[in-house]
Nanobody
Framework: QVQLVESGGGSAQAEGSLRLSCVVS??????????FGWFRQSPGKERDGVAI???????YYSDSVKGRFTISKDNAKKIVYLQMNSLKPEDTGTYYC?????????????????????WGKGILVTISS
């Protein structure tokens, strides 16, 4: 059973920064290689991929956040991070952490909302201009 719990959301001004954390609870974390991702859902829109990190550490980003957001993970602490810089009002939304035992890279960015198997409950991020 994989459990993902997000934290670090809240409100920020445009051009500011926030860091999201996702604590991963899975008994077999050390035995299996997990792919993790962050997704965003704005009101009235679909859940879109923001950033993916494969088990080997390779990262993938949507064009809208490339150069501003950084996904990383600490395997020892079992935490996945999303550092968000130069925030824009259009970054507002509910952010979800996701995991899957199969690497997916850019595929998950495009289709991960339908294909990744494990999800957190989400956390709200609000950016004001």
């Amino acid at each position: 059973q994989v459990q993902l719990v997000e934290s670090g959301g809240g409100s920020a001004q445009a051009e500011g920064s926030l860091r999201l954390s996702c604590v991963v609870s899975v008994p077999t974390y050390s035995k299996h290689k997990y792919c993790f991702g962050w997704f965003r859902q704005s009101p009235g829109k679909e859940r879109d991929g923001v950033a993916i990190i494969n088990s080997d550490g390779t990262t993938y980003y949507s064009d809208s956040v490339k150069g501003r957001f950084t996904i990383s993970k600490d395997n020892a602490k079992k935490i996945v991070y999303l550092q968000m810089n130069s925030l824009k009002p259009e970054d507002t939304g509910t952010y979800y952490c996701a995991a899957d035992a199969i690497d997916g890279g850019s595929w998950y960015l495009r289709r991960g909302s339908k294909d990744m198997n494990h999800w957190g409950k989400g956390i709200l991020v609000t950016i004001s201009s």
